[in-house]
Each structure stands twice: as C-alpha cells, then as structure tokens.
C-alpha cells in the first residue's frame, strides 16, 4: 500500500509559478511511474504530466507542455510538479497517483494509489 500526500497548493496571480510536491510512504516509491492529475468543478479529472520510475521518462498533456515539469527524487521518495506561467483555466485540485507500468500512462482509471489532492487556484 502506497499513501500519497500532496502539497504545495495555493492562491496565485496568473503568471505566477507554483511546485507541487507529492511524498510518498512507501521505499519502493522508486518503482512506479507517477502521475499528475486535476480535476477542475464540474469537469473529470484530467491527466497533466507523468513520469517513469528512473525519471528517463516524462510525458505532459498538450495544455501544460512547456509550462509545467515533472520530477522526481527517489532518494525523498518525492515526485514535484513545476508550474508555471499559470492560467485561471489551471485552477484545480491536483492530485498525485502511481502506478507500475507505463502503458497507459495517461489514464486516471489505471492508477492504483492516489493522494487525497491539493487546491490549486489562479486568479486571473
């Protein structure tokens, strides 16, 4: 069992940067690939960036790419998500997730673990 915890969430100007940080309870954190999530009100919960265990792989959806990078350090058993130049349209909880393989890596449904999410709001 892998428990999530998200932080690093807030009220932010657009254009403004923001890390989230995503820890984890687990030693084999650096075994599963990780993933960001967000869900806005009234929307599903939509992909944002993944990244594989040896964190030699990252993949982003097209809404955040080039403004958002996800990382990782195995040695913290922590996976970051590096805003920036933020919009209100990225207002949203964002949530963590792992999962062990990469197929897939972009499907919410496929993940075994989640964080409980942290609230990400920009004001325009």
């Known amino acids: 069992q892998v428990q999530l915890v998200e932080s690093g969430g807030g009220l932010v100007q657009a254009g403004s940067s923001l890390r989230l940080s995503c820890s984890a309870s687990e030693r084999t954190f650096s075994s599963y690939a990780m993933g960001w999530f967000r869900q806005a009100p009234g929307k599903e919960r939509e992909f944002v960036a993944a990244i594989w265990w040896t964190g030699s792989n990252t993949y982003y959806a097209d809404s955040v790419r080039g403004r958002f990078t996800i990382s990782r350090d195995n040695t913290k058993n922590t996976v970051y998500l590096q805003m920036a130049n933020l919009k209100p349209e990225d207002t949203a909880v964002y949530y963590c997730?792992?999962?062990?393989?990469?197929?897939?890596?972009?499907?919410?449904?496929?993940?075994?673990?989640w964080g409980q999410g942290t609230q990400v709001t920009v004001s325009s």
């Open positions: 997730a792992a999962k062990r393989a990469w197929a897939a890596i972009s499907r919410a449904n496929e993940y075994h673990y």
